[in-house]
């Protein structure tokens, strides 16, 4: 790439990389990057992690009164970048956090794609894990190579079990008595979404795709839950699932 590259080639390059990344809705430039990465020296991940906590004692308390749950989202991606660390990459991460300030209302956005792109993150388990904390869904998918690397996949295709991911939200708002709102985070460009003035990840139809096939999913684990609760004993259904099987 680097021998025959363009300068129309590097800019979508740059414009592709600054799309990316977390801290302005409005896209950096290369010195608005350095400038904006100089303000964190000298913070490593336990000066990061103090001032969360510092920030977390201080809303939290408001947000107890007036009813509100704040969740934080996990890193995106889930390892350090650009020399910052990061500290919501993964199960010990998210525990930290919200044993830091212990309050409903410090809760988790469990984002199966931010978290998916670990390798060392089990996704059900993570929702089973800290069922009682999960305030909001981000259902998406990724891919991911040996080489650390990974890609967006569509939400049914990718390394992350999402219907062993559903069942255990399902789970999860039973412990709790409500309903965890979710999106159906990005998804493929589909038909004429290419030509929609968009941001990278946020096709309108790719996700209407992603939302049909994950409300699908939650619909047959609904149906198939109601159909156990149905048979007299677990031998029942198990003997039914073993005809069906022969």
């Given at each position: ?194 030509d929609r003035d968009t941001h990278p990840g946020y096709p309108l139809i790719g996700r209407m795709r992603g939302l049909a096939e994950l409300r699908g999913v939650i ?28």
């Open positions: 790439f680097a021998q025959t590259a363009s300068d129309a080639d590097w800019d979508a390059l740059l414009n592709a990389i600054m799309a990316g990344l977390p801290g302005a809705y409005d896209r950096y430039d290369v010195e608005g990057l350095r400038a904006g990465i100089a303000s964190y020296d000298g913070i490593d991940r336990t000066a990061l992690r103090a001032n969360f906590q510092r920030f977390l004692e201080a809303v939290i308390p408001t947000a107890e009164k007036l009813g509100i749950r704040m969740c934080v989202h996990p890193d995106d991606p889930p390892r350090d970048i650009l020399g910052l660390p990061r500290i919501v990459s993964s199960a010990e991460d998210i525990a930290w956090v919200l044993d830091a300030v212990p309050s409903p209302a410090n809760g988790l956005t469990l984002c199966s794609g931010s978290l998916g792109a670990g390798p060392g993150n089990n996704l059900p388990a993570i929702a089973r894990r800290f069922a009682q904390r999960i305030c909001f869904a981000h259902l998406r998918n990724v891919s991911k190579f040996p080489d650390g690397s990974f890609e967006e996949a569509a939400h049914l295709e990718g390394d992350t079990d999402m219907v062993a991911l559903c069942a255990a939200l399902l789970e999860a708002e039973t412990a709790q008595g409500i309903s965890i709102p979710f999106r159906p985070d990005h998804g493929h460009a589909l038909l004429d979404d290419a619909r047959a684990l609904l149906a198939q839950g109601a159909m156990l609760s149905r048979s007299t004993t677990p031998g029942i259904a198990a003997e039914n699932r073993t005809r069906g099987q022969t």
